[in-house]
């Protein structure tokens, strides 16, 4: 009888156990337990949040596995870690490593202009951003077994996020009304893959998980993105850079699961203290969108 | 006349959708359970796969924690995969507190390894035909342990992954995520019995 390592489905079955979970950004061991605690399904490790990356410049790179390591052995939940876009090697330490889970991430910065990782290639799942529909099937055709909106990382702006969400969501309502011969212009017109295109036309969502990210930063845009249809949260830079990253974990990890109770959003959006202050995008010069990272 | 059979499905965290299109497909009715008045009318319930440790902390916040060892006192079918199976057992090896401890087993949680060394394999069912059940093991649990009451249901390797204690099923694998739905009719007989009562 058969056995096979991680096949697709086992690889996309791995984020469909995330559902309506939260996923934090996290530095050493210590943060990651307390997301564990928070209620969290699952941590990313990493050297620096996104807002820290942002404020320090230069190039950021995969984090030294010694975090990743500690990271692994301090929580029982999931651990995914970063490596640069088209960053083949790194990602190939991090399988070695045993992350959970992969992120060809835009808040690193980009080690190759043209190609993304060929993550079929990997027993060890991936997730990827992605603007609109287009760019999510690109990621798919690839191999990545997730997908979760860009946002613009490190801001705690949930505008570009939401304006990613609610892209992804429109073209696909578009996709499911339209007729065969329609898809085949679609797929030119988005540089989408014609077969996943086509899949989309007759499933009506991805086929694959779809997470909100980028610019998450309290418990009511948490529950925003879910609302708007998103399948769960990733928080980087939000959750640790509040006042009281416990409380304000938990927070969110309610507010995710329960988006439409508004009674209790009331109560999960108190005395938080201050959340991280965040920057107005218009502020942002071109070169310092990393949204636009990747193609 | 027969009635509808109504199987909850533990509405938290994880694959829920999944396990509540499996419901439809096998003639029952899914009901999502978020709250403890969910649990009424229900005549089985479906604890699906997520994450333990963060399911295990939110029934117990949403007070779902005590409702459902009652309900499983009275009888309620529950059926629960990978983490599930995790919040049914009496114990976790690594001295973890456990959760539900409603099921005879000893249970220890991603024992496959780590996701890159997740799988799917094709496993034999006590109880279903002869033909194989497509199993996909993620960050799986396996029953280490089985009491004199357990039914051991299929093994893989030599560990225990799918068992049943009287109303109590649970698998380590994910029959959700597959096409087959052996499992979901297996359960829906379990849950229609009863119903009978």
Same mark, same amino acid.
């Given at each position: 009888m058969g056995t096979t390592v991680g096949s697709e489905r086992v690889k996309r079955g791995m984020a469909q156990m995330q559902k309506n979970g939260v996923i934090m950004d996290v530095i050493n061991a210590e943060q990651a337990k307390i997301a564990e605690a928070a209620g969290a399904v699952a941590v990313m490790a990493l050297e620096r949040v996104p807002s820290d990356i942002r404020a320090a410049g230069g190039v950021a790179r995969m984090a030294d596995p010694s975090i990743i390591e500690q990271v692994m052995k301090a929580v029982s939940i999931p651990v995914m870690a970063k490596c640069r876009i088209g960053h083949v090697v790194e990602a190939r330490i991090l399988e070695s490593l045993g992350v959970d889970y992969i992120d060809e991430s835009?808040?690193?910065?980009?080690?190759?202009?043209?190609f993304h990782v060929n993550?079929?290639?990997?027993t060890v799942p991936f997730v990827c951003g992605a603007r609109d529909l287009g760019e999510a099937l690109r990621r798919i055709a690839e191999g990545a077994s997730m997908i979760r909106t860009k946002g613009e990382?490190?801001?705690?702006?949930?505008v570009e996020a939401v304006k990613h969400i609610r892209m992804v969501q429109g073209q696909i309502r578009k996709v499911v009304s339209m007729s065969e011969d329609e898809l085949v212009a679609e797929a030119k017109n988005i540089g989408a893959p014609f077969e996943l295109l086509l899949e989309v036309h007759n499933t009506?969502?991805?086929?694959v998980v779809n997470f909100a990210a980028g610019g998450v930063a309290t418990p009511a845009d948490a529950a925003l993105m879910m609302e708007l249809g998103s399948d769960g949260v990733f928080v980087g830079s939000g959750i640790f850079k509040s006042e009281n990253p416990e409380k304000f974990g938990r927070a969110v990890v309610e507010a995710t699961m329960n988006y439409k109770d508004y009674d209790l959003l009331a109560k999960l959006s108190?005395?938080?203290?201050?959340?991280m202050k965040g920057?107005?995008?218009?502020?942002?010069?071109a070169n310092e969108r990393m949204a636009d990272r990747g193609w | 006349m027969s009635v509808t059979v109504k199987i909850g499905v533990l509405?938290?965290?994880?694959?829920v959708s999944e396990h509540a299109i499996h419901v439809s497909k096998v003639g029952a009715e899914p009901v999502l359970v978020?709250?403890?008045?969910?649990?009424?009318?229900? &005549?089985g319930l479906i604890l699906p796969g997520g994450e333990s440790t963060t399911i295990g902390k939110l029934i117990r916040k949403y007070g779902l924690f005590e409702p459902i060892i009652e309900a499983s006192q009275q009888g309620l079918p529950i059926f629960g995969t990978c983490a599930g199976m995790i919040l049914l057992a009496k114990r976790i090896e690594g001295s973890e507190e456990p959760h539900?401890?409603?099921?005879?087993v000893l249970v220890n949680r991603n024992s496959f390894g780590r996701q890159r060394d997740s799988f799917e394999a094709d496993i034999f069912v006590e109880g279903m035909n002869q033909d194989p059940f497509p199993a996909v093991f993620i960050r799986a649990p396996h029953v280490v342990k089985a009491g004199q009451g357990v039914q051991i249901l299929a093994t893989l390797d030599d560990r225990i992954v799918a068992v049943r204690e009287n109303h109590l099923l649970a698998t380590?694998? &994910?029959?959700?995520?597959?096409?087959?739905l052996r499992m979901h009719q297996y359960f829906k007989q379990m849950a229609e019995s009863y119903q009978a009562k």
């Open positions: 835009e808040v690193l910065t980009p080690a190759d202009d043209k993550k079929r290639d990997f990382p490190g801001t705690g702006n949930i009506g969502k991805l086929p108190k005395d938080l203290g201050t959340p920057i107005e995008l218009s502020t942002l010069q | 509405n938290v965290q994880g694959a978020k709250h403890a008045d969910d649990l009424t009318g229900l &005549h539900l401890a409603l099921m005879d380590a694998f &994910h029959p959700e995520l597959t096409d087959d």
